[in-house]
């Protein structure tokens, strides 16, 4: 059975740092490229962050840029979302997905597998 689990997530102060695993059963990543995601409270999910196949990343979202990072192990089968300097707006649950292809794409149709989520809350 294919699976994406998500891990990672709880409470953290303004300005602290969090990661975020996505880890794969089922089938391997490294063919795979990688998106994360988050929903917040009466928002609309939107596209992070992601890497490709070949180890490229590309961010979504402006607001994250500078902050977090995308990584991924092979080895280990899973991806990760390192979250610095968080901010009260990060406030989400965040989701991975994977695509098949090379390239990074924020549109969500694009991706054929998804975890169900981590949440991660923001506050002091």
């Known amino acids: 059975q294919l699976q994406l689990v998500e891990s990672g997530g709880g409470l953290v102060q303004p300005g602290g740092s969090l990661r975020l695993s996505c880890a794969a059963s089922g089938f391997t990543l490294d063919s795979y490229t990688i998106g994360w995601f988050r929903q917040a409270p009466g928002k609309e999910r939107e596209g992070v962050i992601c890497?490709?196949?070949?180890?490229?990343?590309?961010n979504f979202a402006d607001s994250v840029k500078g902050r977090f990072t995308i990584s991924r192990d092979n080895a280990k089968n899973t991806v990760y979302l390192q979250m610095n300097s968080l901010k009260p707006e990060d406030t989400a649950v965040y989701y991975c997905?994977?695509?098949?292809?090379?390239?990074?794409?924020?549109?969500?149709?694009?991706?054929?597998?998804w975890g169900h989520g981590t949440q991660v809350t923001v506050s002091s």
């Open positions: 890497i490709s196949n070949s180890g490229g990343s590309r």
């Open positions: 997905a994977v695509r098949t292809g090379v390239m990074c794409y924020e549109k969500e149709t694009e991706y054929s597998y």
